[in-house]
């Protein structure tokens, strides 16, 4: 039998809403490989087919999140749109941030898809190409941005929102150091 490409996306789909499905309701650690192959009701070698770890389906799951969140329109000064995009992130991201301390770190370093689409869009509200010193301070403040927001406890992430502020600001001011924007 020949498997079409959208027999492929369909499967693919499966394995991350079953993910989504099981994560929310059980938690990381509850959630095995076998039990996400299960719910999508292909075999486990099959899934393997599509992601080689748990942590890479949870990474594709943060990808499309952040995508939705890269899709938004936003208005403003450059600092106020990298703001916008990185809280829209959040916002995007709120149901999955009960498992991702245990992949985050994981998933910031080895995913380069999420970093290049979301450096991308940094380039888009600049409105220019960063030196790599500038992606990689970038990269540095986001990742520290998710890090602090998966176990800030304040009352609406207010601690998160004000890292996110002065995250972009220092960002910026970089930016101006150089001759940018």
């Known amino acids: ?9 369909a499967t693919r789909q499966a394995i991350l809403d ?9 938690g990381w650690e509850r959630v095995a490989t076998r039990d996400i192959a299960a719910e999508a ?3 486990n070698g099959t899934l393997f087919n599509y992601f080689p770890t748990k942590e890479a389906i ?11 969140a890269n899709g938004a329109p936003r208005k403003g000064t450059a600092e106020e749109q990298v703001y916008g995009l990185i809280a829209g992130g959040l ?7 009960p498992f991702l301390p245990f992949v985050l770190g994981s998933i910031l370093t080895n995913s380069e898809r999420l970093k290049n689409e979301h450096l991308e869009q940094i380039e888009r509200i600049f409105a220019r190409t960063l030196l790599p010193m500038h992606r990689h301070l970038y990269w540095s403040l986001y990742s520290g941005v998710l ?7 304040s009352p609406r992430q207010v601690e998160t929102l004000a890292f996110i502020d002065h ?14 924007s």
């Open 58 to 68: 949870v990474a594709e799951l943060m990808a499309e999140a952040l995508a939705e």
């Open 147 to 153: 890090t602090f927001w998966v176990s800030d406890d």
């Open 91 to 97: 916002r995007r991201l709120r149901p999955y941030r």
């Open 41 to 43: 009701g292909v075999g």
């Open 18 to 26: 079953a993910t989504r499905e099981l994560l929310v309701e059980r």
């Open 1 to 9: 039998m020949r498997v079409t490409s959208e027999t492929k996306e």
């Open 167 to 180: 995250s972009v600001a220092l960002f910026c001011a970089s930016l101006s150091k150089e001759g940018g």
